[in-house]
């Protein structure tokens, strides 16, 4: 069984930075793609970023400029470090990823984070 724990969200004013980690602990092998999803009020679940084992990475347009996803394969952890916040990027953070578990790739959920961002 894998775990992902999102840390690092919070309430923060409007135009600061955030970064969110998701660490992976468990039985696997590796840790494939990863990404990052949120969940706005009213809003479905949507995908903001995304980042394959090999570091290549892809953004929703509405936030590639200022959301930047990376990783750190030794500790098992994907970050998204979001900035100049705007009140609409309030929502749960949900971290996704596909793990090899030793018969293939499974893919596991956090229970997120919450970001609030004020004016």
């Known amino acids: 069984q894998v775990q992902l724990v999102e840390s690092g969200g919070g309430l923060v004013q409007a135009g600061g930075s955030l970064r969110l980690s998701c660490v992976a602990s468990?039985?696997?092998?590796?840790?494939?793609?990863v990404a990052w999803h949120r969940q706005s009020p009213g809003v479905p679940r949507n995908l903001v970023a995304r980042?394959?084992?090999?570091?290549?990475?892809d953004y929703s347009e509405a936030v590639k400029d200022r959301f930047t996803i990376s990783r750190d394969n030794a500790k098992n952890t994907v970050y998204l470090e979001i900035k100049n916040l705007k009140p609409a990027d309030t929502g749960k953070y949900f971290c996704?990823?596909?793990?090899?578990?030793?018969?293939?790739?499974?893919?596991?959920w956090g229970r997120g984070t919450q970001v609030t961002v004020s004016i």
């Open positions: 468990g039985s696997f092998f590796f840790l494939n793609t």
């Open positions: 996704a990823g596909d793990a090899e578990v030793g018969d293939g790739l499974r893919s596991f």
């Open positions: 980042i394959l084992r090999n570091g290549a990475t």
